[in-house]
């Protein structure tokens, strides 16, 4: 099975801040990578799919890369509703394992 | 509007079995893959396993194999995840999922577009 990991697992960040989130596949998944956001009680948001594509609605200032084995997830200016937990997935085989969160919390 | 309803919370007892419906509305049903997702309290998001509304094939997490089966009613837009056995460490939110598929020039790409409100399960003694 493909293994995901995302670094950091914790970041403590200020309104206006840029952020990175990086996850990374255990073996190459191409473009098959999905981020989600979640908030405390509620289902998680699709942000991006196939690694960089914005899923609509989504705010501009969300952006994805990578490829492969390494992906990262940018916020460019975090806003105060931006504070969440994130988590990666891969959809390159059925078995769509996710990723183990990054929360952003405000500093 | 698209949308999938979930039963309500459920209380069960270890080696009891709980199953949870997800009514789909707003799109065609057979159309997209449905799949279920777990978190435990204050953990990361755990995938189940998936239902083909269509076909009603299926393919579960290793993890899950033998405890785990997905149907649907194509008759009433509603996939099923029913989980025998249960534990304590079953305790969770249940999530049904709608897989969208996004065409580009190398093929499709995937995402769970639409969520369903989640459905907690306790399981204890």
């Known amino acids: 099975d493909i293994q995901l990991t995302q670094s950091p697992s914790f970041l403590s960040a200020s309104v206006g801040d840029r952020v990175t989130i990086t996850c990374r596949a255990s073996?190459?998944?191409?473009?098959?990578l999905a981020w989600y956001q979640q908030k405390p009680g509620k289902a998680p948001k699709l942000l991006i799919y196939?690694?960089?594509t914005l899923q609509s609605g989504v705010p501009s200032r969300f952006s994805g890369s990578g490829s492969g084995t390494e992906f990262t997830l940018t916020i460019s200016s975090l806003q105060p509703e931006d504070f969440a937990t994130y988590y990666c997935?891969?959809?390159?085989?059925?078995?769509?394992?996710f990723g183990p969160g990054t929360k952003v919390d405000i500093k | 509007q698209v949308q999938l309803v979930q039963s309500g919370a459920e209380v069960k007892k270890p080696g009891a079995s709980v199953k949870v419906s997800c009514k789909a509305s707003?799109?065609?049903?057979?159309?997209?893959?449905m799949h279920w997702v777990r978190q435990a309290p204050g953990q990361g998001l755990e995938w189940m396993g998936r239902?083909?509304?269509?076909?009603?094939?299926?393919n579960y997490a290793q993890k899950f194999q033998g405890r785990v089966t997905m149907t649907r009613d194509t008759s009433i837009s509603t996939a099923y995840m029913e989980l025998s056995r249960l534990r304590s460490d079953d305790t969770a939110v249940y999530y049904c999922?709608?897989?969208?598929?996004?065409?580009?020039?190398?093929?499709?790409?995937?995402?769970?577009?639409?969520w369903g409100q989640g459905t907690t399960v306790t399981v204890s003694s």
């Open positions: 997935q891969q959809l390159n085989s059925y078995l769509f394992t």
């Open positions: 073996q190459g998944i191409s473009s098959y």
């Open positions: 196939a690694a960089s």
């Open positions: 999922a709608r897989v969208a598929a996004y065409s580009s020039s190398v093929g499709y790409y995937y995402g769970m577009d639409v």
């Open positions: 239902i083909n509304p269509n076909s009603g094939g299926t």
């Open positions: 707003g799109y065609t049903f057979t159309g997209y893959y």
